[in-house]
């Protein structure tokens, strides 16, 4: 079989550009109603049905489109090198993108891979080796190199891949593994201590919980539940005593929850095209909006520093993954 090697632009070359080529490309996402002519640090990314959009939560009616086209299927956030790889079957395509602060190509794609095999919605992220493979089962359709941006295409048969979960699914959380399935949640030890079961044990809750969200530093899990009368809440859990240690009330029901590059918590409610802005500190809402964007968003996307305490795995520290 024929096996094709595709190799992009590298960060360095791109850091090296020409002064010209710089400014040219100094407006990093085409705002499409700007105000105050720049995006902010701490940006939201929200994934609509056809195009993925970068808000400034600062100056809301702030918003572009990252040139990506398409429904994004999954994500996965690599944090050492400040990249976002997505997943676009419908478009037979993986494309990466720059989120490095103050980059003139932060959020555009610096590379992009096409593959008919890509059209695969099974297809999963996995890490190993320092490699990022796209897979089903034991065949990788592509092997990613984050240092190089080389990406091999073709069908690899591999023995084991270890697939990265969705964070909103499962989470590891110092010496415990945190699992959401169908409505349950459930803690697992990984070291049990003295008359401590190691088996995974459920977690009773006073509402039922539709996705989670691990905390990038105190080791808090946050979790997304819908109440009996279709509003939100946000259940903020010590996985080590399983104690509800927050609740916070929301007016509708939570799509996605997503980290901010400052530490504050965004969250979307898609039915309502409605983002909100959460204060940690003070467990107030800083901001809520619905933006002026055509169409109704999916989900949020995250490109902040890795939430989970132990973030790294086989060199390649990584935050969370995405998938529907």
């Not at 096409?114 to 990788?140: C, K």
């Not at 996605?256 to 400052?262: I, N, V």
């Not at 003070?282 to 933006?291: I, Q």
Request: proline letters at 8%.
């Amino acid at each position: 079989m024929t096996w094709r090697m595709v190799l992009a632009l590298t960060m360095g070359l791109v850091a090296l550009a020409s002064a010209g080529a710089a400014a040219a490309m100094a407006s990093t996402v085409a705002t499409a109603s700007p105000r105050s002519g720049a995006m902010g640090t701490s940006n939201v990314l929200a994934v609509y049905p056809d195009r993925m959009v970068v808000i400034d939560p600062s100056s809301p009616d702030d918003w572009g489109v990252i040139p990506v086209p398409g429904m994004v299927h999954s994500a996965i956030w690599l944090m050492e090198r400040h990249l976002l790889l997505v997943h676009l079957p419908a478009q037979r395509a993986m494309a990466v993108i720059d989120v490095r602060p103050d980059s003139v190509t932060r959020y555009r794609a610096v590379a992009t891979y096409h593959s008919p095999e890509f059209a695969d919605v099974s297809l999963r992220f996995a890490l190993s080796g320092g490699r990022v493979y796209l897979a089903r089962d034991r065949t990788a359709v592509v092997i990613f190199d984050p240092a190089s941006l080389v990406a091999k295409i073709g069908l690899y048969a591999v023995d084991f891949l270890p697939l990265v979960y969705s964070s909103a699914t499962r989470a590891i959380l110092s010496d415990r593994i945190v699992s959401l399935d169908e409505g349950q949640l459930t803690v697992e030890s990984t070291r049990p201590r003295a008359g401590e079961l190691a088996a995974p044990r459920f977690v009773r809750l006073p509402y039922r919980p539709v996705g989670m969200l691990p905390q990038r530093a105190g080791g808090m899990l946050f979790l997304s539940c819908r109440a009996d009368d279709g509003s939100g809440r946000i259940l903020v859990l010590d996985p080590g005593t399983l104690e509800i240690v927050e609740e916070v009330p929301v007016p509708h029901d939570i799509t996605s929850m997503a980290w901010l590059d400052d530490g504050r918590l965004c969250v979307l409610s898609a039915r309502e095209s409605r983002f909100a802005i959460l204060e940690l500190a003070t467990w107030t809402w800083s901001r809520v909006w619905t933006p002026a964007i055509p169409g109704r968003p999916i989900r949020l996307l995250s490109a902040a520093s890795p939430p989970l305490p132990e973030g790294e795995r086989d060199g390649v520290a990584f935050g969370e993954v995405f998938e529907p």
